[in-house]
C-alpha cells in the first residue's frame, strides 16, 4: 500500500469506506504533526447476512511509521456492527412499516456500539434537517432520565428524525408519558419502546434519601415502589450506597415498563400483537455502554 505523509495538527473525520453503499467515518482522532501513518487491514473478513441483516468485522488499525510500528487498533477483530439500513437521515412510511421490533432493538445496539468505540456514522445534520421537514417517522421511542449526560441521540448514534425521545427526571411514567408513547406507537408507528435508566442518576438518589421539594416530591414518590424490590441491608456499609442505588434504579426501569403496560391498554395491545416491542436498559456513564435488559418484552406482567 503506498504511503502518505499527513500534515496535520488533528484530523477529525479521517477515514470515509465505503461499505455496501453505506458511508462510515472514523472521527474524533488526533494526531501528531508531520507523523506519517499506513492505512491496513481495512476489511479483512467477508460480508455475510445474518436475519436479512448485513454485518462485516472490521479489523481497523492504524500504524504510525516514525522509526517504530507500533500499532492502534480501533476495532477488534471480533468487533461487528450493522452496515445494512443503518439508520438515515429519512425514514419512510414505507420503509418503517418494514421494520420489526427486533431490527429497531439492533439498530439502537449497534448504534451504541459505534459511540463507545467513537466510530460515529458521518452525517450532515442541515441535510437531514431539509429532508425531515415534511415528516417524520423515527423507528423507536425512548424514555429516558433527564440527566445531561444521557442523551439518547448520541449514546445511539442517531440523527434527526430516528428516534422519539420523552424525558423526565428518573424515567418515571406519568399520563403524559403515556400519551407521549401511544402517539408514538398508534399514530405515527414506532415499532420500539426503551425504557432506559442509568448509573449515579440524582433523581434515584433522592429517592432514596426520601428527598422532598415542591413538585419533585411526587415525582420522585414514583421511584418508591422499586425501591422496596432491593434489599437495604447492603446499606449497611456505606460503600455499598452507589451499589444500592444503581439497583434501584435497575428495578425502576422494570417497574417502568411494568406501569406502561398496566396502566395502557393500547400500548398493551400492540405488544400482545407483536405489533411492537418494549425493553429496557441501564447506561453506564463512566463507560458509554448501555446494559440491554430482555430482548424484546412480549408479554403483559402478571
Known amino acids: 500500500m503506498k504511503k502518505h505523509k499527513l500534515n496535520l495538527k488533528k484530523l477529525s473525520s479521517i477515514l470515509l469506506v465505503t461499505l455496501t453503499g453505506i458511508m ?29 441483516v448485513t454485518t462485516a468485522s472490521v479489523d481497523y488499525k492504524i500504524n504510525y511509521l516514525n522509526n517504530t510500528h507500533s500499532e492502534i487498533q480501533i476495532l477488534s477483530d471480533n468487533s461487528q456492527f450493522t452496515t445494512n439500513n443503518l439508520p438515515k437521515s429519512f425514514i419512510s412510511r414505507v420503509n418503517l412499516d418494514d421494520i420489526t421490533p427486533h431490527q429497531a432493538l439492533q439498530y439502537l445496539k449497534d448504534g451504541n456500539f459505534r459511540f463507545v468505540n ?38 445511539f448514534d442517531q440523527g434527526i428524525g430516528d428516534i422519539f425521545s420523552i424525558r423526565n427526571a428518573g424515567n418515571v411514567i406519568n399520563n403524559d408519558v403515556l400519551g407521549s408513547l401511544e402517539y408514538a406507537c398508534k399514530v405515527v408507528g414506532s415499532k420500539l419502546i426503551l425504557v432506559l435508566g442509568h448509573s449515579h442518576c440524582g433523581a434515584i438518589k433522592g429517592a432514596c434519601k426520601h428527598y422532598e421539594l415542591g413538585h419533585l416530591t411526587g415525582l420522585l414518590h414514583k421511584i418508591h415502589p422499586a425501591m422496596n424490590k432491593v434489599d437495604k441491608n447492603i446499606l449497611d456499609n456505606d460503600n455499598h ?8 434504579g435497575h428495578e425502576n426501569v422494570i417497574h417502568s415498563i411494568d406501569e406502561i403496560l398496566r396502566r395502557s391498554p393500547i400500548l398493551k395491545d400492540l405488544v400482545d400483537q407483536g405489533k411492537i416491542g418494549i425493553t429496557g436498559g441501564f447506561y453506564d456513564v463512566k463507560t458509554g455502554k448501555v446494559e440491554f435488559f430482555d430482548e424484546i418484552v412480549y408479554n403483559s406482567p402478571k
Open 24 to 52: 462510515i467515518s472514523a472521527s474524533a482522532v488526533s494526531y501528531a504533526k508531520n507523523r506519517t501513518i499506513n492505512l491496513t487491514s481495512l476489511l479483512k473478513k467477508n460480508i455475510h447476512p445474518i436475519d436479512s
Open 118 to 155: 467513537n466510530y460515529k456514522v458521518n452525517r450532515n445534520l442541515i441535510q437531514q434537517v431539509e429532508e425531515t421537514q415534511a415528516g417524520q417517522n423515527p423507528f423507536a421511542v425512548t424514555v429516558s432520565c433527564m440527566d445531561s449526560r444521557t442523551s439518547v441521540e448520541h449514546i
Open 241 to 248: 450506597h452507589d451499589d444500592y442505588v444503581n439497583k434501584v
